[in-house]
Protein backbone atom coordinates (compact mmCIF):
# COMPACT_ATOMS: atom_id res chain seq x y z
CA UNK A 1 0.00 0.00 0.00
CA UNK A 2 1.64 3.41 -0.80
CA UNK A 3 1.59 5.76 1.20
CA UNK A 4 3.27 9.46 2.04
CA UNK A 5 3.08 10.84 5.45
CA UNK A 6 3.89 14.01 5.91
CA UNK A 7 4.60 15.90 9.36
CA UNK A 8 6.82 19.15 10.78
CA UNK A 9 3.40 21.87 9.91
CA UNK A 10 2.91 24.27 12.57
CA UNK A 11 2.26 27.40 13.51
CA UNK A 12 5.45 30.23 13.35
CA UNK A 13 5.86 33.79 13.48
CA UNK A 14 7.21 35.63 10.05
CA UNK A 15 10.74 35.35 9.93
CA UNK A 16 10.86 31.93 11.40
CA UNK A 17 11.54 28.31 10.42
CA UNK A 18 10.21 24.67 9.64
CA UNK A 19 11.14 21.18 8.10
CA UNK A 20 8.88 19.52 7.09
CA UNK A 21 9.57 15.45 6.36
CA UNK A 22 7.41 13.36 4.14
CA UNK A 23 7.54 9.27 5.00
CA UNK A 24 7.45 7.21 2.02
CA UNK A 25 6.21 3.60 1.69
CA UNK A 26 4.53 0.69 -0.57
CA UNK A 27 6.97 1.93 -3.52
CA UNK A 28 10.68 2.32 -4.44
CA UNK A 29 11.38 5.63 -3.31
CA UNK A 30 14.89 6.06 -4.55
CA UNK A 31 12.90 5.70 -8.41
CA UNK A 32 10.56 8.41 -7.99
CA UNK A 33 11.36 12.09 -7.77
CA UNK A 34 10.01 14.28 -4.96
CA UNK A 35 7.79 17.07 -5.30
CA UNK A 36 6.66 19.72 -2.36
CA UNK A 37 3.44 21.60 -3.70
CA UNK A 38 0.78 23.77 -1.14
CA UNK A 39 -2.61 24.74 -1.43
CA UNK A 40 -4.62 27.42 0.63
CA UNK A 41 -8.72 27.28 0.63
CA UNK A 42 -10.28 28.48 -2.76
CA UNK A 43 -6.84 28.72 -4.95
CA UNK A 44 -5.00 25.47 -7.09
CA UNK A 45 -2.34 23.54 -6.03
CA UNK A 46 0.78 25.10 -6.54
CA UNK A 47 4.00 23.77 -7.25
CA UNK A 48 6.87 24.70 -4.27
CA UNK A 49 9.78 22.41 -4.96
CA UNK A 50 11.05 19.33 -6.69
CA UNK A 51 14.06 17.10 -6.26
CA UNK A 52 15.24 14.20 -8.81
CA UNK A 53 15.79 10.79 -7.49
CA UNK A 54 19.18 11.27 -6.84
CA UNK A 55 19.15 14.36 -4.59
CA UNK A 56 21.54 16.13 -6.75
CA UNK A 57 19.19 18.73 -9.03
CA UNK A 58 16.11 20.51 -7.24
CA UNK A 59 14.00 23.23 -8.63
CA UNK A 60 11.70 25.98 -6.68
CA UNK A 61 9.20 28.33 -7.40
CA UNK A 62 10.24 31.57 -8.06
CA UNK A 63 9.21 32.99 -4.14
CA UNK A 64 10.90 30.12 -2.62
CA UNK A 65 14.39 30.42 -3.92
CA UNK A 66 16.63 30.99 -1.23
CA UNK A 67 14.59 30.46 1.61
CA UNK A 68 13.44 27.08 1.15
CA UNK A 69 15.56 23.99 0.81
CA UNK A 70 14.44 20.29 -0.38
CA UNK A 71 16.22 17.15 0.20
CA UNK A 72 15.89 13.83 0.37
CA UNK A 73 16.98 10.62 2.19
CA UNK A 74 16.84 7.15 0.15
CA UNK A 75 17.91 5.07 3.01
CA UNK A 76 15.20 6.23 5.17
CA UNK A 77 12.56 7.39 1.97
CA UNK A 78 12.04 10.49 3.37
CA UNK A 79 12.03 13.85 1.69
CA UNK A 80 12.11 17.18 3.43
CA UNK A 81 11.50 21.06 2.57
CA UNK A 82 13.39 23.21 5.24
CA UNK A 83 11.34 26.46 5.08
CA UNK A 84 13.26 29.70 6.25
CA UNK A 85 12.29 33.94 6.17
CA UNK A 86 8.66 32.36 6.87
CA UNK A 87 5.87 35.07 5.60
CA UNK A 88 2.54 35.09 6.05
CA UNK A 89 1.93 34.10 2.85
CA UNK A 90 3.47 31.31 2.96
CA UNK A 91 0.33 29.88 4.94
CA UNK A 92 -1.02 26.90 3.12
CA UNK A 93 -1.62 22.72 3.19
CA UNK A 94 1.99 21.39 2.13
CA UNK A 95 1.72 18.00 0.17
CA UNK A 96 4.32 16.31 -1.17
CA UNK A 97 4.16 14.32 -4.09
CA UNK A 98 6.41 11.16 -5.46
CA UNK A 99 5.97 11.04 -9.64
CA UNK A 100 7.57 8.43 -11.19
CA UNK A 101 9.41 9.41 -14.53
CA UNK A 102 7.83 9.82 -17.10
CA UNK A 103 4.39 9.43 -16.28
CA UNK A 104 1.87 11.94 -14.99
CA UNK A 105 0.15 12.37 -11.52
CA UNK A 106 1.91 9.79 -9.17
CA UNK A 107 1.37 9.71 -5.31
CA UNK A 108 0.37 12.23 -2.58
CA UNK A 109 0.07 12.42 0.68
CA UNK A 110 -2.48 13.92 3.09
CA UNK A 111 -0.91 17.38 4.16
CA UNK A 112 0.46 19.48 6.82
CA UNK A 113 -0.67 22.68 7.62
CA UNK A 114 1.67 25.42 7.92
CA UNK A 115 0.93 29.08 9.74
CA UNK A 116 2.76 31.70 9.71
CA UNK A 117 1.71 34.61 11.86
CA UNK A 118 2.26 37.05 14.18
Known amino acids: QVQLVESGGGLVQPGGSLKLSCAAS????????MRWYRQVPGKEREFVAR????????NYFDSAKGRFTISRDNAKKTVYLQMNSLRPEDTAVYYC???????????WGQGTQVTVTQ
Open 51 to 58: IDTTGYRA
Open 97 to 107: NAHYPGTTGGH
Open 26 to 33: GFVFRNYN
